[in-house]
């Protein structure tokens, strides 16, 4: 199966730029040819895994040749038209792509020996250390306004894991150092926010949650977060259990965006985010690992189940839309607005590249967020 959801990336990537179209098909006219930051980011990632790296390469000498970011998104957009390679719906330039062009960077680097890769991606972490404001030691979204004033868990927690993984790979020195301490400010900062999207912001996010747990048991082990791994057991217990509580869809495997109360306030049904639900499942195939360890049996037999059954979903869901080969970005047939700021969802019937790509992490159990290859 991951040779096939390969396959479907590789049939999108544009045969002049090598960018992929993250929404083929949609019907909203504004996504036609546009590939996110996240998306490529991800796709590489894929390429890189499946040895593809011709393929990946294409994607990640378009970032690392680069400027730094210019502070108003022509350089690190959001977003690009795919056929021009120029920014494309906004012009805004997001820490959380960032850091995962850095971790895109970086896990190319190590499959292609070229430690250039390596170079920019620590460049790019120490800009958004030096340019981007701090709170109580986590990073602010972006430069400009709107985004110099917000601050994201879930943008904290890759920038997070891009930095634990850039730490090892760089010499002792002022570098390595000045990472090592923000990489500990940062995750201070998301002590104190871990349940909720931002900074003042206590919508109930399913990213938040699963970021958390795919850092890995190690990221919290190695960080002192928790006493010790008895501490971390009950701690992961709990989280799960929250996890579970607020953005299981009832009579279904799949799992929301947000709670029951935030799909309340933008009026709308439940539904299962194909994306995030792989999310989920992997991040259960992770943790079971470290239940089994610790002689929670029982527990890791109980995540291995729910992470099978919510991963049976997400497929059939492409089967019934006609897209064997690639995972839409919700089982809803529609379009609709996931949170009562205005991002808007895709529907079944259209594949994506964000849920195809999280699909075949999960096929070939490869975990972007941790530190070893």
Known sequence: MASILYQFLHQVQHPATGLLESFPDSADPQLAQVAFTYDLALASLVFTHHHALEEAGRILEFYRSMPMPDGIGHDYNTAYQIGRRMPALESAFQLGPLAWVAIALMRYAQASRQRIYVQKAVQLLDWARRHLYHFHGGLVMGVAEPWAFRMSVENNWAYYAALRMAIPL??????QEALRDEKIGVRRWIARNERNRGEGDSIKALDVYTNALLVGPEAHLDDHVWGDRAALVDWAKSWIEELELFFRVPGSPGYDYTDAEEA?????????WLE????????YQIWARFFEQEGETRFAQLLLRRASLAHAHVIRCSLLAGNAVAIPNTDAPEPVRTFADGWVARPMDEPAVNGTTWAYFVESGFNPFTVSP
């Open 170 to 175: 760089l010499p002792e020195g002022p570098i």
């Open 264 to 272: 309340g306030r933008v009026d709308r049904a439940r539904l299962s």
């Open 276 to 283: 995030g639900t792989e999310q989920v499942v992997l991040a």
